[in-house]
Nanobody, 115 residues
């Protein structure tokens, strides 16, 4: 069974940067479209970025121009580079397929943007 492990979250000041990583337990990244999804406290889950196996990329309007998704199929890893972070980016970030599959949800990684 696929397992996805997110890492790289933390506390950062507004305007700062973080790089999230998602390691897959097997070579699934090269098959499925992958995505980063986030859920803030009291809000609905939002898909912020997706990437196909031929590197076709889409972003939510809320992160366009600030976030960059990438993948390394050889390392079975998907990344999310987050720049110019805002307090409204505070959430738990998850990687999953896109659209997400229930069986693949991991623990997520907390991102907190605060001064």
């Amino acid at each position: 069974q696929l397992q996805l492990v997110e890492s790289g979250g933390g506390l950062v000041q507004p305007g700062g940067s973080l790089r999230l990583s998602c390691a897959a337990s097997r070579s699934i990244i090269s098959i499925y479209r992958m995505g980063w999804h986030r859920q803030a406290l009291g809000k609905q889950r939002e898909t912020v970025a997706t990437i196909t196996n031929d590197n076709s990329i889409n972003y939510a309007d809320s992160v366009k121009g600030r976030f960059t998704i990438s993948r390394d199929n050889a390392k079975n890893t998907v990344y999310l580079q987050m720049n110019s972070l805002k307090p409204e980016d505070t959430a738990v970030y998850y990687c999953n397929t896109a659209p997400p599959m229930a069986t693949f949800w991991g623990q997520g990684t907390q991102v907190t943007v605060s001064s």
